[in-house]
């Protein structure tokens, strides 16, 4: 349903950021890791401009549905808070608001310090994140999406003391016989942080020189850009061998 849902949404919307903060300034060829991949929507178009491109996520069903299709590319199912990968990296990008999906402050700087570990001198970790004016959105209404075989739907919740939002996924799948339906429920939670923790996280992890841009600096003018930051954060450290 995440695929289904999401597949075609975020990329076009985010391109300009992308293109100004991460394509313009990481050149073709270069060693690329694609963190919290998903279904590997954008590391497609990090392969199409001629990366050398590596996709992790912690979604093994998503990571299945990356590697049909693209069968030649590494692509593995790890925890952003303890990669373990064999290469450094030119650049890491992490796109669609994934590190909120990380719940507390302590593993978010776990995952700075994972890819700092991982970046070779120069390189660029380019991340977006919600902050609390995204989650404002949230207004506990289903939205319904229909497809012939395929009925779904999401609510998203906030809660402004403990800083937690939930989206509520329920969706009904036609059964081969075309009989009954098979009921699914799933509940994703993310955390949303102040941008002063994020770039004390980032500091704490070893990053000294981080530049954060809101949605309309980067040149996004769609509702994408509603309540998000990207941050761009180099590694100024030569990696431990």
């Avoid at 925890?79 to 978010?108: G, K, Y």
């Avoid at 999401?154 to 081969?176: I, N, P």
């Avoid at 704490?204 to 994408?224: H, K, N, P």
Wanted: charged share 25%.
């Amino acid at each position: 349903m995440y695929d289904d849902l999401w597949s075609d949404w975020y990329l076009p919307a985010a391109m300009p950021a992308l293109e100004r903060l991460f394509f313009s300034k990481i050149a073709p060829g270069s060693c690329v890791l694609d963190l919290c991949c998903g279904s590997g929507h954008v590391t497609q178009e990090l392969v199409r401009r001629g990366y050398e491109v590596t996709g992790v996520d912690n979604s093994a069903g998503l990571i299945a549905l990356a590697r049909r299709l693209m069968p030649g590319v590494d692509l593995q199912v790890q925890d952003a808070r303890q990669l373990a990968l064999e290469r450094h990296f030119d650049a890491v990008l992490s796109t669609f608001d994934s590190l909120n999906h990380i719940l507390s402050l302590e593993d978010l700087r776990k995952v700075f310090e994972s890819v700092y570990g991982l970046l070779n001198y120069g390189g660029r970790f380019v991340f977006d994140m919600n902050v609390e004016e995204a989650y404002s959105l949230d207004l506990k209404q289903w939205a319904v999406d229909i497809k012939e075989s395929r009925v779904g739907m999401v609510r998203g919740q906030y809660d402004v003391f403990s800083k937690t939002a939930r989206t509520e996924l329920l969706w009904f799948v036609k059964s081969e016989d075309g009989n009954c339906w098979r009921q699914h429920r799933s509940v994703v939670e993310q955390r949303c942080y102040a941008q002063s923790e994020i770039l004390q996280a980032l500091h704490a992890a070893g990053f000294r020189s981080t530049d954060v841009f809101t949605s309309t600096e980067a040149g996004i003018t769609s509702d994408l850009g509603f309540g998000r930051l990207f941050f761009v954060a180099r590694c100024l450290d030569v990696p431990a061998a």
